[in-house]
């Protein structure tokens, strides 16, 4: 079977792997220009990332942070939306290999004069897989929903459980890696223990409830400056987290995870809930795209790009976001941070320069501009670092949430959050406290 283009077009065919953050910037600034544009996705919505947590800990619900691709560009007749898996490219014939998902038909072929790939990234495990199975990660939907499952039903277990310490351990907590997402996960499992469950059971007084949280630097937020770091850190201790630094993970089964301090003496915590916020590795297309073009990739599995975002020898392929890291002007790889403004600013930039092209102009390197780091904690608790400007406590969580809520997709979605964070934080509840799907018990057991 032929590549599929669209038919009976002499437009510039522009496809666009990936309906993230780049992905959707890449599209949305690229809709009135005399283009026709493929968005692939193997899923059929944007996931705003940032807020998965928020499900995994039941204060949001999934469709209050996942948008329809289709719903995005219904207005744009240039832009088509294929629900399918990219397998592989074939750079040479400018065309991607498709697979179908959810035994949706899709073409087996695509092909294309632009590609812009932006597939992101997912949590790695150091090597040990086998971990995944007892610590749940919160990057897609389904994982963050499985999450949501284990905590609640740790809270059911202990409650039936009679031996004291099997109980302790129903009712530990542990979240691995302390960066902004670990930091965030940590803070609400803290206030869904100590707040939202504490008058919900008969046998267990849910504040009794152990949050650990492990990191291997010395200090949490280490993308922050100390200072910053230190106030965090103070913020999930009145919350009640106990925060272990200059600690590795060295072992993660069904009934716990073993620590290895700086002295290299192990640990043994018991916990039956697991939460991994450790590490995260580019897209497997990053490491596809090297192969086809020997691009150096980095520990990270992210693929090299010039300058421009254009792969060696391939200028009419673009890859950005969380699966690449930029030659700066001086020719040096460069790792910018994996974070959404990053992956929308290249979506946004890649845009500009198939503008430019089609007018036959030049277009400058890439540069990111660091509008700062926000990291929130609890109830009227964060820390923010703009441009040299530190914030924490109430300001820095009313930053955090305004700029969340506007980054959000979609008007519906920004509204129904909105009144759930102020319902929230006035009866501190949480409205979406539903263990869902097999995952469960037979898991953990
Ligand atoms: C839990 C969590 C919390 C975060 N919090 C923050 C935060 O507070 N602030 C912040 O700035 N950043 C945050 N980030 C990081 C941010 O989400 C990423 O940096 C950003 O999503 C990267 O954008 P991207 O376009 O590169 O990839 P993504 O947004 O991950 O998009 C990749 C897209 O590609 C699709 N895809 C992948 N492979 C294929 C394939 N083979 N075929 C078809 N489609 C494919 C995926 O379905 C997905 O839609 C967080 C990330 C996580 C996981």
Redesign the pocket.
Known sequence: MGAIRTSGSREHQVVV????????QAVSNLRRAPVEITL????N?????????QVATGALSPGEIAYPLRAIFKRDRNVRVLL????DFDLDARELH??S?SAVPSPERLGYDTLIV????H?SYFGHEEWRMHAA???SLES?LAVRSRLLAAFEAAEGEPNAEARDAWLTFVVVGAG??GV?MAGQIAELARDTLRRDFRTIDPRRARILLVEAADRVLTSFPPSLSAKAERSLQRLGVTVLTGRTVIGIDAAGVTLEGRDENEERIASRAVVW?AG?TA???AGKLAELTGAERDSAGRITVEADLTLPGHPEVFA????VRVRDPGGEPVAL????????Q??RYAAGVVRARLRGREYGAFRYRDKGN??TIGRAAAVADIKGVRLSGFLAWATWLLV?LWYLIGFQNRLLVLIRWSFSFATHGRGARLITGASTNSEQR
């Open positions: 792997v990936g309906g993230g953050f780049g992905g959707l692939v996705d193997r899923r919505f944007h996931l705003f990332q940032p807020l998965t947590y399918a898996e990219v397998a498709l697979r998902v932006a597939g992101g990234s949590y990660e919160v990057k963050a902004p997402t965030e916020a995260v897209s497997g297309l950005l976001g969380d699966m941070p994996g974070v959404a403004p990053v992956a929308m290249q979506g926000l990291a969340h």
